[in-house]
């Protein structure tokens, strides 16, 4: 039982370059988040999801899109990374009101 | 919108003093509140929770009282471990969206020996 992964666990990108952030769980948990994690600026929401095949926004949206084609599974892209998304990204689940966090993914973006 | 505030650290202490981190927040609605740690290169645990007003949420040694007359969600602990030394999120959660949690900034606290 691996709980909440997230691949990978570092990634260094250039301005303009694009990536995916994967999230895994292996718990059946309907909700799933994607939070950045800034210095001194607690954690901030960017996408969650209610259920498979069902996103929206949260509170830092602009320059991430995400998906949940599968319920275990959700992703976060950057189409064309900006030195202002470097931070550290965690992806969390939840059935109710506890969120499990996932490690953590940290992206530097040059 | 809802926020939550809560005080800057460090907060550093010595092995068996007495800890209180402040955090206080505004919400529309009546939240849950929450405290989570993170320990250095790990993501957030839920150390505890309290889900209506004069709830008090414990473990570990730690507790944090709801208070909605003075929305607050302080937390405690008669003393601490050098171990205890990590990051503290007080955090509030809107069922109106999905749940989504409202993070303080975090306070960092650094235990002596």
């Known amino acids: 039982n691996a709980g909440v992964t997230q691949t990978p666990k570092f990634r260094v990108l250039k301005t303009g370059q694009s990536m995916t952030l994967l999230c895994a769980q292996d718990m059946n948990h309907e909700y799933m988040y994607w939070y950045r994690q800034d210095p001194g600026m607690g954690l901030r929401l960017i996408h969650y999801?209610?259920?498979?095949?069902?996103?929206a926004k949260g509170e830092v949206p602009d320059g991430y899109n995400v998906s949940r084609l599968k319920k275990q599974n959700f992703l976060l892209g950057l189409e064309s990374a900006a030195p202002s998304q470097t931070s550290v990204y965690f992806c969390?689940?939840?059935?109710?009101?506890?969120?499990?966090f996932g490690p953590g993914t940290r992206l530097l973006v040059l | 919108g809802d926020s939550v505030t809560q005080m800057e650290g460090p907060v550093t202490l010595s092995e068996e003093a007495f800890l209180t981190i402040n955090c206080t927040y505004t919400a529309t609605g009546y939240p849950s509140l929450f405290w989570y740690v993170q320990y250095p290169g790990e993501g957030l645990q839920l150390l505890l929770k309290?889900?209506?007003?004069?709830d008090k949420g414990s473990n570990k040694g730690f507790e944090a009282t709801y208070r909605k007359e003075t929305t607050s969600f302080h937390l405690e602990k008669g003393s601490v471990q050098v171990s205890d030394s990590a990051v503290y999120f007080c955090a509030l959660s809107d069922l109106r969206a999905g749940n989504m949690l409202t993070f303080g900034g975090g306070t960092r606290l650094m235990v002596k020996p």
């Open positions: 309290a889900t209506k007003a004069d």
């Open positions: 969390a689940t939840s059935t109710g009101e506890t969120q499990y």
């Open positions: 999801s209610v259920g498979e095949g069902t996103t």
